[in-house]
């Protein structure tokens, strides 16, 4: 199957600070990836719909401008967090599709926030 | 409307054993699922997907079976294995949404020996 890399895989940053996750379809080119959020024990809740080229798509009740994505060519996606605080910990994934169907995931990355 | 799990159900399967996962989906409009297995601390990994005009689809160890009509999706597992301790989801995506999935609630299966 399609490959994924995301990173970094886990993260640890201070309070006010701001947090950069990638996202790279690495043999194929995805026209769209999606960032998701998962809390422990939960399922995965979608964030965004990032189109290369475009703005993002943002779901009901999540702040834009906390989460600043970043579609710059086919292959990757960046996922800003920015000032971050403790409530933002979180486990965020992205996942990236060529043809609409199939979705593929990155490997996730633990934030953790103190 | 979207199904999302606050807690995840549990499924206990002795090794050896085969496990069946089932997944209530939200919108008749779905014409593609996936089956996802999520590992701790890991994205999760696809397994297995069927189109809505089919009802049963195989692949190694696994089957999947949909039922439009009550709008169902069930994943089995033949001779379950300790790898095979995950949570797994069950996904839905709609053609023109471009690949946007909706998750299911998810089940924590553990195997024993």
């Known amino acids: 199957g399609a490959v994924v890399s995301q990173h970094p895989s886990r993260v640890i940053c201070k309070s006010g600070t701001s947090v950069k996750i990638e996202c790279r379809s690495l043999d194929f080119q995805a026209t769209t990836m999606f960032w998701y959020r998962q809390f422990p024990k939960q399922s995965l809740m979608l964030m965004a719909t990032?189109?290369?080229?475009?703005?993002?798509?943002?779901e009901q009740g999540v702040e834009k401008d906390k989460f600043l994505i970043n579609h710059a060519s086919l292959t990757l996606s960046t996922l800003t967090v920015t000032s971050a605080h403790p409530e933002d910990s979180s486990f965020y994934i992205c996942?990236?599709?060529?043809?609409?169907?199939?979705?593929?995931f990155g490997q996730g990355t633990r934030l953790t926030v103190v | 409307g979207e199904s999302v799990g606050l807690h995840l159900p549990t499924l206990s399967v002795q090794e050896g054993d085969n496990s069946i996962i089932n997944c209530a989906y939200s919108n008749s409009a779905s014409d593609y699922f996936i089956w996802y297995k999520q590992e701790s601390g890991k994205g999760p990994q696809f397994i297995i997907d069927i189109r809505s005009n089919m009802d049963k689809r195989q692949g190694q160890r696994v089957t999947v079976l949909l039922n439009k009509t009550v709008k169902h999706l069930s994943l089995q597992i033949a001779a379950t294995q300790p790898g095979d301790s995950a949570v797994y989801f069950c996904a839905e995506i709609k053609t023109d949404s471009w690949g946007k999935l909706q998750f299911g609630a998810g089940t924590q299966v553990v195997v024993t020996p």
């Open positions: 990032s189109n290369e080229g475009s703005k993002a798509t943002y």
């Open positions: 996942s990236a599709t060529e043809q609409g169907w199939s979705a593929f």
